[in-house]
């Protein structure tokens, strides 16, 4: 069984209608999960493959594209939420995330004004709202939490996008606080695996250790996050489940970022596999000096790490446009 120390959290990656009413609510009840995420792949995959989405999307015909795609995305959130409110209300996280419309990452007013209308739509206090972390992200962040929305700030490859997350949602959360505001959290999700499908192949051919680089990056991350001291602020370990094709136990960067006051958000069957062992010892806090010996010996070896997160975050926006672009053309009428 999993470990029960509450300072760590193990969040679900995954949303379909069907598995929210049937199998979800079981993952919470024998406390497995206390919490959930989603993103624009996540529901494209299961609005497009799932014939739960059927019945709904028959009552919505005539409507534009996005307007079905958000009465679907706001149903699935609002069961889930449901589902998890028990464990907000007991303090044990119990949140779920929903990401605004990628396309909108470069536009500050355009994305809180969404976000606003969303997490109202919704109508639930156990959201969390993803925005991207980019230039216009950091300032829609500070508003949102400024107002009492809870924050997932994703899409983070590089300590100076984590830095400038914390400096933003601390802001946000002060004028919140300062108004007589109660309960906001926040989380900086730092993607994991992607480090390891882009350098691994290079690293091989240097004779240099695989599958390291997303374990040291999100360590370093880690720990300028926890020296923040901002309690209502977590790390969120993303893009932590193994491919297909790798050799790697499919809990392996759930393992490895075993860390306190942190979450890991997985796919299923990566926190089944997670479940049927017992880890008692928390891998994190690695040594700054470790780490930085790690990335010393990347360029030593003509990895510019700069590079990389450039082309990682690039990548991502792209893959979570393209997959909200195929959303919208399969709701077309």
């Known amino acids: ?42 529901f494209a ?65 355009a994305t809180v004004r969404e976000a606003k209308r969303l997490f109202k739509a919704i109508g639930e206090p156990n959201v969390m ?27 983070i490859f590089s300590p100076e996008q984590a830095m400038r997350c914390v400096r933003a949602m601390k802001k946000g959360m002060s004028i919140f ?6 309960r906001v959290q926040a989380v900086i999700s730092v993607f994991v695996s992607r480090f390891d499908r882009l350098l691994d192949p290079k690293l091989k051919e240097l004779g240099l250790d695989i599958s390291k680089t997303g374990i040291y990056n999100a360590a370093r991350i880690y720990n300028i996050i926890e020296e923040s001291n901002a309690p209502m602020i977590r790390t969120l370990f993303a893009s932590t489940g193994v491919k297909e094709g790798v050799a790697l136990p499919s809990d392996y960067y759930i393992c490895e970022l075993f860390a306190p006051h942190s979450v890991n958000t997985a796919p299923l069957e990566t926190i089944k596999a997670y479940t049927q062992r017992s880890q008692d010892d928390f891998r994190l806090p690695i040594s700054d000096e470790e780490i930085e010996d790690y990335f010393e010996t990347m360029n030593d070896n003509g990895i510019d790490m700069n590079e990389v997160y450039g082309k990682l975050l690039e990548d991502g926006l792209k893959a979570f446009e393209n997959s909200f672009e195929e959303i919208l053309n399969a709701l077309k009428d």
């Open 1 to 42: 069984m999993i470990n029960r120390n509450k300072s760590f959290s193990l969040w679900l990656d995954f949303i379909e209608r069907d598995f929210l009413k049937n199998e979800f609510p079981k993952l919470i009840q024998d406390d497995i999960i206390n919490g959930a995420t989603s993103n624009p792949s996540i």
């Open 177 to 182: 606080e300062n108004s007589g505001g109660r």
């Open 129 to 155: 709202i993803k925005i991207p972390a980019t230039e216009a992200g950091y300032s829609a962040m500070r508003q949102l939490l400024a107002t009492g929305i809870s924050v997932n700030a994703t899409l």
């Open 45 to 109: 995959d299961a609005i497009q493959k799932s014939p739960a989405y059927k019945n709904q999307l028959n009552e919505l015909k005539g409507l534009s594209p996005k307007e079905k795609y958000e009465a679907l995305a706001i149903e699935d959130i609002k069961l889930a939420a449901h589902a998890l409110r028990e464990s907000y209300s007991e303090g044990n996280d119990g949140y779920i995330s929903l990401e605004v419309d990628p396309f909108l990452s470069n536009d500050t007013k």
